[in-house]
């Protein structure tokens, strides 16, 4: 899956940018953020994790690198993709309501990462809960994705709106603007560049 999205980040100065995110199943991702101080390129394979900007390819710390993995696996596509997969465990329990919608709570664990998923009765997920690390401050913190604006997409539902809080303050919303299914895929964008 490849998506082209806006990213505004709240309360920062020039806090908009654009990124293209390619997600390879099972596995690899590439985000390309288009920053004011210019393009930022992040890689995630099994091998390995860096960043290139302005010319220069960097490891990615391994905390961050280990981060970018458990994110990747409750993303709500690699979720969907591996619903069948032994690995996969799922276990429902109690209801909640997510800004005036009634949602039942299903609780996941998948290659080593969890999350509380908030899903709606037409089957949207209208929230997913987990704690991962504060990017501003690098403590545990409570991570929160809301998710709407859902619109289908060759087959399959996506949602358009995406808001991030951290710690209980809202700190992103990312709306996307296209989103490519099974697009062609050029395995060079995964390998590091020769410097």
């Known amino acids: 899956m490849e998506g082209t999205l806006a990213v505004r980040l709240d309360g920062?100065?020039?806090?908009?940018?654009?990124?293209?995110?390619?997600?390879?199943?099972p596995d690899r991702m590439r985000d390309v953020r288009a920053t004011p101080m210019g393009e930022v390129t992040i890689v995630v394979t099994p091998e390995e994790g860096f960043a290139r900007m302005g010319g220069r390819t960097v490891p990615l710390p391994a905390a961050q690198l280990e981060e970018a993995r458990r994110?990747?696996?409750?993303?709500?596509?690699?979720?969907?993709?591996?619903?069948?997969?032994?690995?996969?465990?799922a276990v429902a329990g109690g209801e909640e309501e997510v800004e005036g919608a009634r949602c039942r709570l299903l609780s996941v664990s998948f290659r080593g990462s969890s999350a509380t998923l908030c899903v709606a009765e037409d089957g949207h997920v209208l929230r997913e809960a987990r704690t991962g690390t504060d990017p501003t401050t690098g403590a545990?913190?409570?991570?929160?994705?809301?998710?709407?604006d859902y619109?289908?997409?060759?087959?399959?539902?996506?949602?358009?709106?995406?808001r991030i809080r951290i710690g209980g303050?809202?700190?992103?919303?990312?709306?996307?603007?296209?989103?490519?299914?099974?697009?062609?895929?050029?395995?060079s964008v995964f390998r590091r560049p020769e410097e």
Do not use: C, W
Request: hydrophobic share 40%; net charge negative; no cysteine.
């Open 71 to 89: 994110d990747a696996s409750t993303d709500l596509q690699v979720l969907v993709r591996y619903h069948d997969d032994p690995g996969l465990e």
């Open 151 to 162: 619109r289908e997409v060759d087959g399959r539902r996506f949602p358009f709106i995406q």
């Open 12 to 25: 920062r100065p020039g806090g908009a940018m654009k990124r293209t995110v390619l997600l390879a199943l």
């Open 169 to 187: 303050r809202e700190v992103a919303t990312f709306t996307l603007d296209a989103v490519r299914v099974n697009p062609q895929v050029d395995e």
């Open 140 to 148: 545990p913190s409570s991570i929160e994705a809301l998710y709407g």
